[in-house]
């Protein structure tokens, strides 16, 4: 057990898989008790922590719709005597040129990842105690420079940087609220019917010429949550092979 996470209260989204489901793990690990929130139900997730002797119960949650992310509240709140810390790992990509990106297909995009992450920090800060709070947010190295054929995801992923910016300074001292943001990680993403070899070929142009590993996040997510991590917020982080020194 890792020390000062024993008797956290933790959410994660986007639990059932990638990221979300290797931080939902890393912070059961340490000795917090984890409440993994999915689109479905991210139940693999949760037996493979009590399996391992960790403690987790599932949601099934839309971060997109505010009556889900409401109803997953009003079961913290009737729940949990305090939530601690936020993963907000739930997102979706899309890849297509301009001219061929569907309103639809932008506006689905901005709905996951962008109001999902307004409607999941927003409602976390107000479910957090007022004097103390980690919000963590899954932004993404394109929170820093374009991409040709991504734009709405770049542009949704530039948004939640710029969401973390704004509350970190409205909840300082008290909510501490930083963004990482992942060069490459081999998840199911990244295997998306779009993404071609030559794709994945090019992604790892990068210094550290590899895809990093969902734990690798899910170790600097656990870190921000920590005692160790007092004087950091609103800090977009890098874990990206060094995909990008901004
Ligand atoms: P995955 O596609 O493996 O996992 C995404 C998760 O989000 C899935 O569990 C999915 O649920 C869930 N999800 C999708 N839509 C919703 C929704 N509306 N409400 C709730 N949950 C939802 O991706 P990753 O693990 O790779 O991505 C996690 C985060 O990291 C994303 O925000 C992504 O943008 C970001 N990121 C990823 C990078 C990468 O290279 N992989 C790089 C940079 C950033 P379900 O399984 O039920 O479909």
Redesign the pocket.
């Known amino acids: 057990m890792t020390q000062g996470y024993d008797g956290m209260n933790v959410l994660v989204?986007?639990?059932?898989?990638?990221?979300?489901?290797a931080c939902a793990k890393i912070f059961a690990q340490a000795g917090a008790h984890v409440l993994c929130?999915?689109?479905?139900d991210?139940v693999e997730t949760v037996e493979t922590i009590r399996a391992a002797g960790g403690s987790a119960e599932s949601a099934i949650?839309?971060?997109?719709d505010e009556i889900s992310v409401s109803g997953l509240f009003t079961r913290i709140s009737e729940g949990f005597t305090t939530l601690d810390t936020v993963v907000n790992?739930?997102?979706?990509?899309h890849e297509r040129g301009l001219l061929d990106t569907t309103t639809a297909e932008f506006d689905q995009v901005m709905a996951?990842?962008l109001r999902?992450s307004f409607l999941i920090g927003r409602e976390s800060i107000r479910a957090m105690h007022p004097k103390s709070g980690r919000l963590i947010m899954?932004?993404?190295?394109?929170s820093y420079y374009g991409r040709e054929e991504f734009a709405p995801?770049v542009a949704s992923?530039h948004g939640v940087l710029g969401l973390v910016r704004c509350w970190a300074k409205e909840f300082a001292p008290n909510i501490l609220v930083n963004a990482l943001?992942?060069?490459?990680?081999d998840?199911?993403?990244?295997a998306a019917e779009n993404m071609t070899p030559e794709w994945r070929a090019k992604e790892l142009e990068i210094p550290l010429a590899r895809f990093g590993q969902?734990e690798e996040i899910a170790q600097m997510a656990l870190f921000l949550a920590g005692p160790n991590a007092a004087y950091i917020t609103g800090q977009g982080i890098g874990v990206n092979g060094g995909s990008i020194m901004p």
Not at 37 to 40: F, T
Not at 187 to 190: D, P
């Open positions: 989204t986007g639990a059932n898989r990638g990221i979300g489901a929130a999915d689109l479905n991210p949650c839309d971060v997109s790992c739930a997102g979706i990509i996951v990842n999902g899954i932004a993404s190295d394109l995801y992923k943001c992942p060069g490459p990680i998840t199911a993403m990244l969902p």
